[in-house]
């Protein structure tokens, strides 16, 4: 069984590239475009884990966190955030909330899929 | 026999008291000659009967040349003996016609007063003395004869002349003091002295102001805080340092420094104050400041610079970066499609990395005021027709571009200017709307003006955002989580203002926003 990917992010050509690499490699993959359509998503699908970018219209990524770990049915889920700030304060403030992990854009396909594989383990 | 002998004895006390006379004469003489003073005597009439050594030394006459020979008035100023005969004539209403009897009036009348003369010496050089001149008189209180005790005062004129310069220069250097005023008060708050530029400002009289209540033409409520400040110096002998006065005199500021002026016993009767004019060293703490908030403002720019640069070159990279992967993984020949898609993407994020740059450059060549407005006349229809079409493939799904436009397609502008307004402003549009939006371009030449506005149904721009929204790196509260650099319509507000241009926004939130932009063409 191949698990189950929630990829949300607001620029599509990252969105659409991401889903390729993560397909290619077996992942099941869901897309949403912003926070709030990301939340509807994961409540339907229960992710293994969710990518998420932080800058995003309607709700941001840091939003869309704080929303999932409330979520009783999301616990297993792990949360991995895309920034394209490699600024501590903004990595900081992504793990404090409960992020498990993060990837500093740009990223290269092999240093995604690694993370996703020990997070997965 | 008796009798001669008698007369004998009588000759020899006579011998012996003449040599006992003899004998105290010298030592008299040795005394006065050794007094330190010029000891000159006369007879009654002026003709003089001792001249001591020291009398001699000072004035070059030889003792033998004088006594018996000569009146004092061989050494005397004739002019100052005229000016004492005119004193006497006011004084006492007579007129007394004879030198010496001049000279020696006043020790006629028992007044012994020390006066000041000049001695001219035998080589006709001349110098000051202090004379005090008595009457000698006998038993039966008649006068018979003057005695003139001389100092020679040159050393002590010296030091008068020196002191007299001093106070002097320290007057001048008072008066003159630039800018402000330096004042010795005494403990009822009056000018003891006063000087200084300041006072001249304030058209006073400096020599008004001594002994008159201190810097009387300083205003109220000015003058109160500067009274009170200095009694408090008498009071607690504190020492006042740089207090800047709270208002302004003659439009200036003004700082005071007072401190007080201790007696021998300790006490304090009078202080010494100094007001000096600090309006251009104000001015360059005003300079400097503005330098320290230019050079910190200048720093922060940077460092948004820097964050925001990281941040908007990061998006395009990353596709680069993954469609370059795929590409790599996309092997048969079946993936020729995609691998085709992906170099697109590759080419489509350098050129979004381009323009990024481009921003960056024109905003230093507009902060360095080195764009340079090309104007040429041009078919502005055309223009906005091509580069709607050049930004085609940028739009959402299912969003349109309507454009319409009105009189004389010739214009006279900057094509290349006007082009980047132009692609900026429906990049935004683009942007800031959602799927399925329109977005509708107008331009109109009517008369000299030329309007072009750019109008869609996006998120909207809030009334307090629109006051800031051409500073440079300023983003839209609702804007913060859309991509941008917020540099793009800093640069459309200056490339309009090059070609006299000006830009207005009208906008609702959730509703839609409208650039207008007007030029008042020169016309060709």
Same mark, same amino acid.
């Given at each position: 069984m191949s698990y189950k990917i929630l990829l949300v992010e607001d620029n599509l050509l990252i969105l659409d590239n991401t889903t390729e690499i993560l397909e290619l490699s077996d992942y099941k993959v869901f897309t949403a475009c912003n926070g709030k359509d990301g939340l509807d998503m994961a409540m339907k699908q229960i992710p293994d884990l969710i990518l998420c970018d932080i800058q995003m219209p309607v709700m941001n990524g840091y939003h869309l966190l704080e929303n999932i770990r409330k979520s009783l049915s999301l616990v297993h889920s792990r949360f991995v955030f895309f920034t394209a700030s490699s600024e501590k304060k903004d990595i900081q403030k992504g793990m404090q909330m409960g992020a498990d992990d993060y990837i500093v854009k740009p990223f290269t396909g092999e240093e995604l899929l690694d993370k996703l594989k020990k997070l997965l383990r | 026999m008796k009798d001669h002998t008698e007369a004998l004895r009588k000759l020899r006390i006579s011998n012996h008291q003449l040599d006992q006379l003899e004998e105290m004469q010298a030592y008299q003489k040795a005394i006065l000659d050794n007094a330190g003073a010029m000891i000159i005597a006369t007879d009654e009439k002026g003709l003089i009967t001792f001249f001591n050594h020291e009398a001699s030394l000072n004035t070059g006459y030889d003792e033998m040349e004088v006594i018996n020979k000569k009146t004092p008035l061989l050494f005397h100023d004739k002019k100052e003996i005229a000016k004492i005969r005119y004193e006497l004539l006011n004084e006492l209403e007579i007129l007394i016609e004879d030198d010496f009897a001049v000279l020696v009036e006043k020790a006629r009348r028992s007044k012994h007063e020390e006066e000041e003369f000049t001695y001219i010496r035998k080589d006709k050089t001349s110098f000051p003395v202090s004379l005090n001149i008595t009457a000698v008189k006998n038993n039966s209180r008649k006068i018979i004869g003057f005695m003139s005790v001389a100092f020679d005062i040159t050393e002590r004129r010296k030091a008068e002349d020196e002191l007299r310069n001093v106070q002097q220069l320290f007057l001048q250097l008072l008066k003159n003091y630039p800018d402000g005023s330096i004042s010795i008060i005494d403990n009822k708050l009056r000018f003891v002295y006063t000087g200084g530029q300041l006072q001249t400002r304030l058209n006073i009289d400096q020599k008004e102001l001594i002994g008159a209540d201190i810097y009387p033409n300083i205003e109220e409520p000015l003058r109160n805080i500067i009274i009170k400040k200095l009694g408090n110096v008498f009071l607690t002998r504190n020492t006042i340092s740089?207090? #800047?006065?709270?208002h302004p005199v003659a439009g200036d500021t003004y700082m005071m420094d007072a401190f007080p002026l201790l #007696? #021998?016993?300790?006490?304090?009767n009078k202080i010494g104050v100094i007001i000096r004019n600090i309006s251009g060293l104000k001015k360059t703490e005003e300079g400097l400041r503005d330098a320290l908030e230019k050079e910190k403002e200048l720093g922060e720019l940077k460092s948004r610079f820097v964050s925001m640069a990281s941040h908007e070159f990061r998006t395009p990279l990353s596709t680069i970066l993954s469609s370059a992967y795929l590409i790599e993984k996309y092997t048969t020949s079946e993936d020729q499609p995609k691998r085709e898609k992906h170099l697109q993407r590759i080419i489509s994020s350098v050129s979004m990395l381009t323009d990024i740059l481009n921003d960056f450059l024109s905003l230093g060549k507009i902060e360095e005021g080195k764009i340079e407005v090309k104007l040429s006349e041009f078919n502005v229809k055309e223009m906005v027709s091509d580069t709607i079409k050049e930004m085609e493939h940028s739009l959402k799904k299912d969003q349109t571009i309507n454009y319409s436009h009105e009189g004389s397609p010739e214009v006279f502008l900057d094509v290349s200017l006007l082009k980047f307004i132009l692609m900026n402003l429906v990049s935004n549009a683009v942007k800031f709307s959602s799927e399925g939006a329109s977005i509708n371009i107008k331009t109109i030449h009517k008369d000299q003006h030329i309007l072009l506005s750019v109008k869609d149904q996006g998120i909207g721009i809030s009334k307090q955002d629109q006051a800031h929204l051409m500073e440079r790196f300023f983003r839209g509260a609702n804007a913060t989580n859309i991509q941008g650099t917020g540099l793009g319509l800093h640069i459309v507000d200056k490339y309009a203002e090059l070609m006299n241009g000006s830009v207005e926004c009208k906008s609702e939130l959730e509703e839609g926003t409208e650039f207008i932009i007007t030029f008042d063409s020169k016309d060709s």
């Open positions: - | 740089n207090f #800047e006065l709270p #007696e #021998e016993d300790g006490s304090v």
